[in-house]
C-alpha cells in the first residue's frame, strides 16, 4: 500500500512522464541539430517547451514548488542525495561502459550542486532577486530554448 495519496502519486507519474519526454525531446533536438537539421531541431525544442510546461503544472498540482527558501532546500537535498547515494549505488551495479555515463554525471551534479549552495548563499545576501553569474551576463550559459 502507498504511503502517498493516489492523487499525488498519480501526478507525480505524470510529472515523471512529461519531464522524461521533454528531455528526450531536447536529446532529438540536439541530434537534429548535428545532423544539419535546424528546423527540425527547432521543432523538437518547441515540443519539448510545451511538454516543459504540463510537467510544471503537474509538479505545482502536487504542491511541490513552494516558494523560494523550500525550493532551494529542495534542489540541494536532491543533488545531494543523487551524489551520494543514487548514483554510487547504480555504478555499483552495471557494467564499467555504463558505471562512466554515470561517473560523467556525478561529476556534473557535483558543480550542480556547488551552483545551488552558491545560489542559497547569494539569495540569503541579498535583499530581493539575486544577481546573475558573470557566465549568464557574457551570454555563455546554457539557457532554456524560447519558446
Excluded at 6 to 26: D, I, M, N, P, V
Excluded at 62 to 69: I, S
Excluded at 70 to 87: F, H, K, M, P, T
Amino acid at each position: 500500500m502507498s504511503r502517498i495519496p493516489r492523487f499525488l502519486e498519480h501526478l507525480k507519474t505524470g510529472f515523471t512522464a512529461e519531464a522524461t519526454s521533454a528531455a528526450r525531446y531536447r536529446a532529438y533536438a540536439d541530434r537534429s541539430r548535428r545532423d544539419g537539421l535546424p528546423h527540425l531541431a527547432e521543432r523538437w525544442l518547441r515540443l519539448a517547451a510545451a511538454k516543459d510546461a504540463l510537467a510544471v503544472e503537474m509538479l505545482e498540482a502536487a504542491e511541490q514548488v513552494r516558494g523560494t527558501d523550500a525550493d532551494i532546500g529542495n534542489a540541494v537535498s536532491e543533488e545531494r542525495y543523487e551524489n551520494d547515494v543514487l548514483y554510487p549505488k547504480m555504478i555499483r551495479d552495471v557494467d564499467q561502459e555504463t558505471a562512466n555515463v554515470f561517473l560523467r554525471v556525478v561529476n556534473a551534479q557535483k558543480e550542480h550542486l556547488r551552483q545551488l549552495e552558491a545560489l542559497r548563499n547569494d539569495l540569503n545576501a541579498a535583499q530581493g532577486d539575486v544577481a546573475l553569474p558573470p557566465e549568464v551576463d557574457r551570454g555563455t550559459a546554457p539557457s532554456a530554448p524560447e519558446s
